[in-house]
C-alpha cells in the first residue's frame, strides 16, 4: 500500500470526526485539519471526498451566510455518517492493534 493509499483512507475517518464534533464549511474544515490534527489538505483532495461524502448520504449540507464574500456550503455529518464514522473507528482501531502487534517484534 502506498502512504497516499494508507493517507487518504485515513482522511475520512479523520474528516468525519471533525464534522461530527462541529459542522463545518470547506475552508474552515481545512484549517481545522490543519490546527488540530496536523494535516495540510489541498482544496483537491478534500472537496471531492466531501461530494463523495454527500452523495452517499453520510453528510448534510446548508448555505450560510458569510461576513465577507458569498454564503459558504455548511457541511454536517448526518446519522448515516455518524454510523459510518462508528464503524470506521471500530475498523481502524482493529487495524491498528493489529499492526502494533505485528511491529512490537521488530
Not at 51 to 68: F, I, V
Not at 70 to 77: F, S, T, W
Not at 80 to 91: E, I, K, N, P, S
Amino acid at each position: 500500500m502506498k502512504d497516499s493509499q494508507l493517507r487518504k483512507g485515513a482522511l475520512e475517518l479523520i474528516v468525519l470526526a471533525l464534522l461530527s464534533s462541529q459542522p463545518s464549511y470547506g475552508g474552515q474544515l481545512r484549517q481545522r485539519l490543519y490546527d488540530e490534527v496536523g494535516q495540510e489538505i489541498s482544496e483537491g483532495t478534500l472537496y471531492p471526498l466531501l461530494a463523495r461524502l454527500k452523495k452517499a448520504n453520510r453528510l448534510d449540507t446548508h448555505w450560510e451566510e458569510s461576513p465577507s464574500g458569498p454564503p459558504r456550503k455548511v457541511y454536517a455529518l448526518n446519522d448515516a455518517g455518524l454510523h459510518h464514522l462508528r464503524t470506521l473507528t471500530h475498523d481502524w482501531q482493529q487495524l491498528n492493534k493489529a499492526v502494533d502487534t505485528a511491529l512490537k517484534g521488530h
